[in-house]
Structures are given as structure tokens and as C-alpha cells.
């Protein structure tokens, strides 16, 4: 596909230079010649709609996954905005185990634990999630509520919003029925039930149940029976109270005493395994209390200092008998109002269904607990050192009578109930655990640190970790991507450098702390060094096999280094300082400093090599980009200057070394000649990238454009566009020949970010300038009153500061098929590999899936190709290419033309990726090579992101293969020498 500037001028050029238009007919003009102009104009506008969609195509990214955190909410840097008392968001496991859902931010995070893979579901809540849940069973619907009670139905396995409303107070538990035909909600001292809605889409899908009352304080653990037809409740008030769900004759809610803190979990016992453990007691006497009777249900109650209660429900026999003998003499007035009951509470019954609803009363566990009593039967304490160590957040298997308790000082102890017998206590972290969960199987813990956004997956019966993550703390500032693309490399304020896999979204090493000051560059000096630079006035290189520190490059004299560039041989390292201004060169291998580059009158803010020559482009706050040659053996000789007439923040070289990119504070993209110095083009991107007011801003978001600039640009694979992202919500892509904005992204929605909106709301905007009432921390014993008189301000003296949204810094990924960006909510990756639509150029009436079915079967294979590449629907053409048989792959490939090559080479790298016939597509890629290759040799640009991504499923092929036959070597030769025995 030619370059898009050019298309449009062939297109153009076929009509004269000019669009035709319809208009330049007179009343004169003869039918045939209306009849051609009309023909022309449509023509001429339908092929530049075709090159505009195609265009709109390739750069059609979609948001994949969102590294650095897997858990929690964004921190400020050198904030505590979470407090060790907030319990954060909850987690949440699948029906079938195998995958748990985690909030952070406003996005919810899938990670699959059984292909240990991670992916952002593609919504967003307005906020920070407070509260998730997921209906059982199937997992079809997942309600998500922020922390300013916003709530969202989504469909989980399709990604898409149902609907979206908004509770009046704040949601601190939420769950669904087991059932799953009901969900329960805190909603301050109040609990709502409502009825789960359907799939598709409604106008009004939110029914609300009823609402349950006679707590005094706001409730904040909720639990169902096993049958769903009961719902305890527990609250601040250091109480519990039993509800039925549905309306039941006779029944009083009961309420449960005995607690001095407040309520952390409460949890119903399986209704199964009721009189199973009846047993434990040694008989209905035995009880710990003096309640006797048929026990028809258990609970537990634990609080926050580390007291769980059973209590058990027991019914006398006398009461049963009593009962069946007052409903057969139930007769006339009573029995119409049983049934009057029994139908407003959702059981419908007539006059034949009345032995069904004596059925019903008889097997129903809320009919059950009718006239029975509540007592307590034990009372346990956990092992707390100190008033500190204080029960945060708890669950509970009813299937396999397990209970997971999490504490303040990051211990979680797993009991089995209802003996509370100990199985395990261990350390996880320093800090809070604030939520826990229990897998369906019991065999897999999951835990949730708030503060230091770590996610924890234990399994306990072997005693490992299943999945330990945790994100720079502080936040990410810049990243680096390997030569095959495979492993991204990010450097944070907290002074590390992890390592992540591009696939999986994981972080597989964090290298030992070295720096002891943020990372402020890192770049790949091969596959297996990476190199970083810091604000502590060292740059450090990263031994990837050892994952240890292999040399430190430091200056003559102190200062801290902002930028960074390794050339293309990995031999040489510059890093850029901030004070004094000037460039240190050393050499990788040996570590010695081998020159320093003086001239600047600013700090140097940005470094680049050319990708062919040994040239060094420095960027400066002093409004210049020089260029150096490193090799020359004149060390007087001066470098060439660009003056750009502001202070220049980023620089990059087009992949071929023609063109220079600098950006400055005014927000301009100046495009320079290399050769001659000559200033190409110049691409106003201010207006692009203005948006967002933050919360101390005096003025809007119009009026703040100066202050918006790019601060990270890169060009795409084929030199034809440009990555730019600053201190803004947007990132750009440009076309640089044209120098028109093709496209922006907007990286986050959350509005718990500081400059997310354009406007901020006018009922915030105080005399003392706009007042953050979102309190997002959900720290719920911070009181948020005036402290003193006559203040007109809610400030305590705490300094607490909102995470802004910007991007750091941008990068193509070398496959082309994806670029990130750094923000202060994590690693955003965006990829086009899950984008893959019909190509509508070239299309005619005789290509059709049946039409390449049918070639299939007449063995027609190179037919079948070529009609498959032109739908480009993966589905087809991986069906074709793995029906070709293994002696005819020679000549299909020749019939491939040359405009599908680019595109044929990206299919073979997605089937590869997976499939089990390694050798069948090695043959495949061979026989591209060997018939194509010249071709790909002269129009490397254009192949570049193809033939990378082709180059690094072949090395991950080849890395498992190797693993493979190195771990069966021994064997095959210890079977060998048996042989001989």
C-alpha cells in the first residue's frame, strides 16, 4: 500500500489534478457528460474514503492491558494517599477458579492464572472502583460501583456497558445471592436487594427488591445463606442482624450482641454441612449456651479486634409440632392472608398450588428459622501482639469450612471453622492486607495490599506463590523495549527496574536496588543488558542473565543525569546532566569516561544516536539540538546548532536518519534535515494536546494551553508518523508529510486524576479557590468536618495531592503492532493485534468465504490465499494456509502478490505464535524469504514491522524448543546407555 500522501496525489492525478465535482454541470450540459461527471466525482471521493479508512486502520490501537499495577489505586509521589486503616478494593474469583478479577484505578484487571496472562477489560468507571461483584454461575454480568457510588452493569465476557446508575450513599459491601437471582448493597445503615437484570439491554434494568433496616451504624460486611433466602448484615454498631429475604409470617429479625469494635466479616455456615458439624457439640445439649432444640442454622461474627463468635439458630421440636398443627387448622380468613403473604413476598400460590407452598415452607431455610432463637455457642480470639494488629478483611469457603483472615500489619492467618483450628499464619507484607479472597475450590488465596498496590496469590496446601506482583512505588517515569520486542524494561521513582513481558503483562524480575534515586532513563544496550541512568549521578548496566549489576558509570564530578542513548554496536553510552550542563560518553565494556560534550547552556533534557551514523543529537532547556560526531578525530571541531526559539524537551531520529524531531515548551514539532540543516516542517500540536484543568488551576483549560507540550516523541517503524505524548491527558500520532493529526488518545477517564476534566464543577469553586470534597482514599474514619469555627475550609493541616494524568514517556514497540506510554496509573499498552476487520479495497462480488471454500476443495490453494488475504479475516486465511499440503507451499507463495506481502507476513507470525506445526511454518517463512526477499531488501521501511514481529515469534519458538530439547537430552541419553546395559 503506497504511503498515504501519495495515494491521494495518484488519485488525484487520474482526474486532472482536481476533485471533480457535480457542480460544473450548467443547464447546458448534454445528459451523457452530467452522466460522467457524476461518475467521476463518486469515484474519485469513494477511492480517497478507501485510503482514508485503510489509513484509519493502521492506526486503529486499542488499549490491550495496563502494567505496573495490578491492584490498588495510583499513589503521588511523596504522598501516603491511602491510609493503613483503608481496606481499598475488593478482589473477586471466576466461577471456575481460574482467573481473578482486580480493580485499579477505574479499570478492572483479568489475570488468568491457569495461562498466566493478564488483560484490562475494555470499560471504565468515572472513578476510582470501590466495589465489584460477579454473578455466579456463569460469570455473565460484573456490577462495578466507584468511590462516588457510580455504579456500571457490564457484560464480562463481551466488555460492553448494560447500563449505568447511581446509589445514593456509599457502597462498602456488595454481593451477589448464590443463587444469583438477587445482589445485596450497603447503602450507609441500610442494605438494598435488587433483582439481578438480564443480559440485554433495558431501559429501566434496575429493580429495586427491598430495603432492610434496624442497624445503627453504617453496615459494612453483608453474607447469604447457601438457599438465599436469608441475609445477615453486620455494621459499625458493633452489631449483626438476620433478615429473610423474602416476606415470612411471623418472623422478627434478630439481632445479634456481643461485640466491642466493629464488624469486619460475618458469614453463614452451608446449609449442607449444617448437621454434619452438629456433631462437633457432642448432641443438641452441648451447645455452649442454653438453647436446645433442632439447629436449623450457624453463623460467624468477627470484628475488628480479633473476636469471631458462632452463633448458632436452634428450633424446639414442641414449635415445629405446634406449627404443622396451626397450618391444617388454618382455614378461611388466616389462610387467604397466608397466601396474600406467601404472594407478595414472591411466592406466588393459588388454590392449586397449595400443597406447593406447604412444600416450599417445609424445605425453606428463612420458613425454618420462624419462632427459633439465636446463641452464642463459642467464642474465639485471634493471636493479636498488639492493639495495632487489628482484623482488616475476611473470608470464607462455606463449601469447605475454611476462613481467611487478613490483618493491618500484612500477616493473614487460614482457619478451619467451626474449631478454629490453625493451618497457617504468615507475613506477606509490611503493610495493610485489605481484602482477601478465597477461591471456589479452596485451594488458591488472594490478597490485596492497598498501599503498596501488591496482588498476592497463594496457594496453601503447597505452600507458593501462585502470582506475586507489586508496581514502582511512587509510579513509573520512563521504559525501554527490547530489540525483539519480547521484554519491556521501566524504570520508577523508587529507584528500580523492572522487567515485563510484553505477552503476558507481567513482571517477571525486578532487578536488585541499586539506584538510590529515581530512574530517569533506561534503554536495551543488547537482548541481555539494559542500561540505566538516575537522578543519584550514576548510569548502570543490568547483566539480563544474572539479573545483577554489572558496572556503574559514574561522572568526574556530581550531578544528576536526566536522559540517555546507547548506540545501535551497544558499545558507547552518553547520559545528559542537568547541572552542569553537559554530555558524559563512556564506554560500555570497559567503563572508563571517554569524553565529555560541553556547549550547552541549559540542561540537557534529551539524547538520541543516529540509527546509521555515530552522530549524537543533544537536546538542551537552552532552546537548541546539537549534533556531535564521536568518532571525528578533531575534538575542536564544533557542533552543528538548530535554534528552535524555546526550550527543547525531546528528540528523536527517523529510523532511516534523515530527519530530526525536536519538540519545545510552545507545544511545536520541528521536522530537520540532517544533511543540510534545513528545517523541513513545523507541526502546531498545542491546540492538539490542551485539555484537562486541574484542581489548583486559576483558569480554564482553554485559557491553560501554554502550559501543555509534548515531552516524549518517537516515529513509527516506517518513518512516516510520530508518537507524541507530555504533560497532557492526549497522546498524538502526526503525519509527518502532511503534518496533520491522525489520531488521539486519550489515556485515562478516571476522574479521580487531577486534570481528567475540562471543567470543574462550579458548586466546588470556594473563596479560597476549588475545594476537592472527593475523598477517594476511603479511609472511613477520617472525619471531613470543620475543625474550627467560622472556617470556611475543611483543612486539617494533612497534605494529600492528587495523581495528575500525563504521559512520561512514549515507545513503539519494534514489531510496530503495538506502542506504550508511561502515566501516572501505570504501563498503558496499546496494540492492533485483537483488530482484525476485512481489508475493503480490491474487493470484488466473486470473493467470498464460500467462494474460498470452494477453491479449498478443487485444491486451488494459491487461489484460495489470495481471495482469503483480500477479505483479511484471520479466521479464513489461517485456514487456508494450514490446508495447503507441505509440497505445494513453494507455489502458493509465489502467487502471493506483492501488495499482500506485508500483510500475508503478519498472519504467518499470529498463527506461529500458538500452533503446534513449528517446522510446517518455519517452511512457510523460509519459502517467503527465498522468493520475496529482494523485494523486503528494497522496501525495508515498509516491511520493517512485519519482518519484526515474524523475527520475534520465530525467537520465542526457538526458546521453547531449545528448553524443550535441553531438558530431554539427559533423558534420551540415560535411555540410550540403558539401552546398552
Given amino acids: 500500500m503506497p504511503r498515504f500522501d501519495a495515494k491521494i496525489k495518484e488519485t488525484l492525478k487520474d482526474f486532472g489534478g482536481r476533485l471533480p465535482s457535480p457542480h460544473a454541470a450548467t443547464s447546458d450540459t448534454p445528459p451523457l457528460r452530467l452522466r460522467l461527471l457524476m461518475a467521476q466525482w463518486a469515484s474519485c471521493h469513494n477511492s480517497i474514503a478507501a485510503v482514508l479508512i485503510y489509513h484509519n486502520m493502521k492506526f486503529n490501537y486499542k488499549l490491550s492491558r495496563l502494567c505496573g499495577a495490578s491492584y490498588g489505586t495510583p499513589a503521588a509521589t511523596g504522598t501516603s494517599i491511602l491510609s493503613s486503616s483503608s481496606k481499598g478494593s475488593n478482589l473477586i474469583f471466576t466461577t471456575d477458579g481460574n482467573s481473578v478479577l482486580s480493580p485499579v484505578g477505574n479499570r478492572i484487571q483479568v489475570l488468568d492464572l491457569l495461562h498466566h496472562s493478564c488483560r484490562t477489560l475494555p470499560v471504565e468507571a468515572r472513578s476510582n472502583i470501590r466495589r465489584i461483584a460477579l454473578s455466579p454461575g456463569d460469570d455473565r454480568l460484573l456490577i462495578i ?40 448493597v450497603s447503602s450507609g445503615k441500610h442494605v438494598q436487594v435488587w433483582l439481578t437484570p438480564g443480559i440485554r439491554r433495558e431501559f429501566a434494568p434496575m429493580v429495586l427488591h427491598r430495603k432492610y433496616t434496624g442497624l445503627a451504624g453504617d453496615v459494612t460486611t453483608l453474607d447469604w445463606s447457601s438457599d438465599s433466602s436469608i441475609l445477615i448484615g453486620g455494621g459499625k454498631d458493633c452489631m449483626a442482624r438476620v433478615w429473610t429475604v423474602d416476606t415470612v409470617k411471623d418472623y422478627e429479625p434478630w439481632q445479634m450482641v456481643g461485640h466491642k469494635k466493629p464488624l469486619v466479616g460475618v458469614h453463614f455456615e452451608d446449609r449442607d454441612k449444617i448437621n454434619d458439624r452438629d456433631q462437633f457439640f457432642a448432641g443438641s445439649g452441648n451447645t455452649g449456651s442454653n438453647l436446645t432444640g433442632k439447629l436449623v442454622a450457624r453463623c460467624y461474627t468477627i470484628s475488628e479486634d480479633g473476636v469471631i463468635v458462632t452463633r448458632e439458630c436452634r428450633k424446639e421440636e414442641d414449635a415445629d409440632q405446634s406449627d404443622d398443627m396451626d397450618h391444617e387448622a388454618s382455614n378461611g380468613l388466616e389462610s387467604v392472608g397466608n397466601d396474600a403473604v406467601d404472594f407478595f413476598s414472591g411466592h406466588a400460590t393459588n388454590s392449586g398450588a397449595h400443597q406447593s407452598s406447604i412444600k416450599l415452607h417445609t424445605t425453606d431455610q428463612a420458613h425454618a428459622i420462624v419462632k427459633a432463637r439465636w446463641g452464642n455457642t463459642s467464642r474465639h480470639y485471634f493471636n493479636t501482639n498488639s492493639s495495632a494488629n487489628t482484623v482488616v478483611s475476611t473470608s470464607y469457603s462455606s463449601k469447605h469450612s475454611l476462613l481467611v483472615v487478613g490483618f493491618s500489619t500484612g500477616r493473614f492467618g487460614l482457619y478451619e471453622l467451626p474449631s478454629m483450628s490453625n493451618i497457617h499464619t504468615l507475613s506477606l507484607s509490611h503493610s495493610t492486607i485489605g481484602t482477601v479472597s478465597i477461591s471456589p475450590s479452596a485451594e488458591w488465596l488472594a490478597f490485596g495490599c492497598p498501599k503498596t498496590q501488591q496482588l498476592l496469590i497463594w496457594e496453601w496446601r503447597s505452600e507458593t506463590y501462585v502470582l506475586k506482583q507489586s508496581g514502582h512505588a511512587y509510579g513509573m517515569r520512563c521504559l525501554a523495549y527490547s530489540p525483539d520486542g519480547i521484554v519491556v524494561a521501566t524504570g520508577g521513582e523508587d529507584g528500580t527496574v523492572k522487567l515485563w513481558n510484553s505477552h503476558s503483562g507481567f513482571c517477571y524480575v525486578t532487578l536488585p536496588k541499586s539506584h538510590t534515586a529515581a530512574v530517569t532513563a533506561v534503554e536495551f544496550a543488547n537482548s541481555t543488558v539494559v542500561l540505566s541512568a538516575s537522578l543519584d549521578g550514576t548510569v548502570r548496566a543490568h547483566d539480563l542473565h544474572r539479573y545483577r549489576n554489572f558496572k556503574t558509570y559514574t561522572s568526574d564530578i556530581p550531578c544528576q543525569f536526566l536522559s540517555m542513548a546507547v548506540d545501535n554496536s551497544g558499545e558507547v553510552v552518553c547520559a545528559g546532566s542537568s547541572e552542569p550542563f553537559r554530555v558524559c560518553v563512556w564506554s560500555v565494556q570497559t567503563g572508563k569516561l571517554t569524553d565529555v560534550l560541553t556547549g550547552h547552556l541549559g ?10 551514523r555515530g552522530t549524537l543529537a543533544s537536546a538542551s532547556w537552552d532552546g537548541t539540538v546539537k549534533v556531535w560526531d564521536l568518532y571525528k578525530s578533531d575534538g ?82 516506517d518513518g512516516t508518523c510520530i508518537l507524541a505524548g507530555g504533560n497532557s491527558k492526549y497522546v498524538c500520532i502526526y503525519e509527518v508529510s502532511q503534518q496533520i493529526l491522525l489520531k488521539k488518545f486519550q489515556i485515562s477517564f478516571n476522574r479521580s486524576l487531577d486534570g481528567v476534566l475540562d471543567e470543574l464543577n462550579s458548586k466546588n469553586l470556594g473563596d479560597g479557590g476549588p475545594i476537592d470534597d472527593e475523598h ?29 494524568v500525563l504521559t512520561m514517556q512514549v515507545a513503539f514497540s519494534p514489531t510496530g503492532r503495538e506502542w506504550s506510554t508511561v502515566s501516572g496509573e501505570g504501563l498503558h499498552v496499546y496494540s492492533l493485534d485483537d483488530d482484525m476487520i476485512f481489508d475493503p479495497l480490491a474487493l470484488t462480488e466473486a470473493v467470498t468465504p464460500s467462494a474460498v471454500q470452494a477453491n479449498l476443495k478443487n485444491r486451488k490453494y494459491g487461489v484460495a490465499l489470495v481471495m482469503s488475504l483480500h477479505l483479511n479475516e484471520f479466521a479464513l486465511v489461517k485456514t487456508v494456509i494450514e490446508d495447503t499440503p507441505y509440497a505445494s507451499i513453494s507455489t502458493v507463495v509465489r502467487s502471493i502478490g506483492q501488495q499482500h506481502l506485508n500483510n500475508f507476513i503478519q498472519f504467518i507470525s499470529k498463527c506461529m505464535e500458538d500452533s503446534p506445526h513449528i517446522e510446517y511454518y518455519l517452511q512457510w517463512c523460509l519459502e ?43 533423558f534420551l541419553d540415560f535411555l540410550e546407555h540403558q539401552s546398552n546395559l
Avoid at 540542561?603 to 546509521?612: D, E, K
Avoid at 483549560?701 to 502550559?707: E, P, T
Avoid at 476511603?778 to 495528575?804: C, L, M, Q, Y
Fill in 145 to 184: 460501583v466507584d468511590v462516588n457510588h457510580y455504579g456500571m452493569l457490564v457484560n464480562y465476557h463481551r466488555g460492553v456497558i448494560l447500563h449505568r446508575f447511581r446509589f445514593k450513599y456509599p457502597v462498602r459491601e456488595m454481593k451477589f445471592s448464590p443463587d444469583g437471582s438477587k445482589f445485596a
Fill in 928 to 970: 517467503v524469504l527465498q522468493t520475496h526477499g529482494m523485494f523486503m531488501e528494497r522496501n525495508r521501511g515498509k516491511f520493517l514491522r512485519s519482518f519484526r514481529a515474524l523475527f520475534r515469534v520465530v525467537q520465542s519458538r526457538y526458546t521453547d524448543v531449545k528448553a524443550l530439547c535441553d531438558e530431554n537430552k539427559y
Fill in 603 to 612: 540542561p540537557v533534557s534529551g539524547l538520541a544516536f543516529h540509527p546509521v
Fill in 636 to 717: 575542536n571541531s564544533a557542533p552543528e546548532t538548530f535554534e528552535n526559539g524555546a526550550d527543547v524537551v525531546c528528540l528523536a531520529f527517523r529510523p532511516d536518519g534523515n530527519q530530526i524531531c525536536s519538540g519545545n515548551t510552545r507545544g511545536l514539532l520541528r521536522i530537520w534535515n540532517v544533511e543540510d540543516g534545513r528545517l523541513v516542517c513545523e507541526i502546531d500540536g498545542q491546540k492538539d494536546i490542551k485539555g484537562g484543568r486541574k484542581i489548583n488551576d486559576r483558569m480554564t483549560s482553554d485559557n491553560n494551553a501554554a502550559s501543555r507540550y509534548f515531552t516524549s516523541i518517537v516515529y513509527s517503524a
Fill in 776 to 804: 477517594d482514599s476511603a479511609d472511613e474514619e477520617v472525619n471531613h468536618a470543620n475543625h474550627i469555627p467560622g472556617a470556611k475550609r475543611t483543612d486539617d493541616g494533612s497534605r494529600k495531592s492528587r495523581v495528575e
